[in-house]
């Protein structure tokens, strides 16, 4: 016959607090994962939609310029003058928006590039390493800084879909880890019951930024190319149309500013 050894008070009192940190921990997993998600969805999309529409852009712009430092040479009032210098700053903006994008590869077409889609087995391994290196889990500052850095390794892995690194992270993590238990009765159960309060902190910002995400330009925009591709269109493709077509117009506009002035 076994006879268990009673917990004592502070014992129960360590095992109750670790259940209460393990349930929040399960639902901060989640809510980090769908932050994530969100962010690499909107990644994912705007990847191949600036390849194909901020050349457009800059063009546009760059002609834009041009039309409005034309009218000041016909018209050099102060009023045209820093319309011109505004489109001129515009433009340039622009171009270096151009220029910061990587281009995209050569036989996609535009807004085709495929959207982030992670695999059961990514979710669950991107959850897993949330619930056991969030930085809200360091035992102090510089553990919570490396505990950071590790993590922004984990949402690299995760964005890109690569489930080997982060298995490979998996392994980093449990070979570097320091033990959780360590330390008396006493220092755990302060360590815990900090720990639960960064980690509910935590949860309250986090739910806020997936609502901030939701609620942004850029992430409408995915989800207005997406309810497109259902309907059968592309998005993308009809943006990139419609500035084409602007640009055929400002073209013209510059044809007509050159006749003007060679009749000066």
Do not use: C
């Amino acid at each position: 016959m076994t006879i268990e050894r009673r917990l004592s008070p502070e014992e129960e009192e360590l095992r109750t607090k670790q259940a209460e940190l393990d349930s929040l921990l399960d639902r901060l997993a989640q809510n980090e994962l769908d932050l994530e998600t969100l962010h690499a969805e909107i990644n994912s999309f705007f990847s191949a939609y600036n390849a194909a529409v901020l050349p457009k852009v800059a063009e546009a712009k760059g002609l834009r310029a041009r039309i409005a430092q034309a009218i000041y040479v016909l018209d050099p009032t102060d009023t045209a003058r820093s319309e011109s210098q505004e489109a001129r700053s515009s433009a340039d903006e622009a171009e270096r928006d151009r220029q910061g994008q990587a281009e995209a590869p050569k036989d996609a077409q535009p807004g085709q590039r495929e959207s982030f889609t992670p695999s059961p087995e990514l979710r669950a391994l991107y959850i897993d390493l949330v619930k056991k290196a969030h930085p809200d889990l360091g035992k102090d500052d510089e553990d919570r800084l490396r505990r950071n850095g590790f993590m922004v390794r984990v949402n690299q892995a995760y964005e890109e879909g690569d489930e080997a690194a982060l298995r490979s992270l998996a392994v980093e993590w449990a070979a570097g880890a320091d033990p959780m238990d360590s330390g008396s009765v006493g220092d755990r159960l302060v360590r815990l019951i900090r720990q639960i309060a960064d980690v509910r902190s935590r949860l309250v910002t986090a739910e806020a930024e997936i609502e901030s995400v939701k609620d942004s330009d850029d992430y409408l925009l995915v989800k207005e190319a997406e309810e497109a591709r259902l309907e059968g269109r592309n998005l993308t493709a009809e943006h990139v149309t419609l500035l084409d077509a602007d640009i055929d117009e400002l073209k013209a506009k510059i044809n007509n500013i050159k006749d003007r002035l060679l009749a000066m």
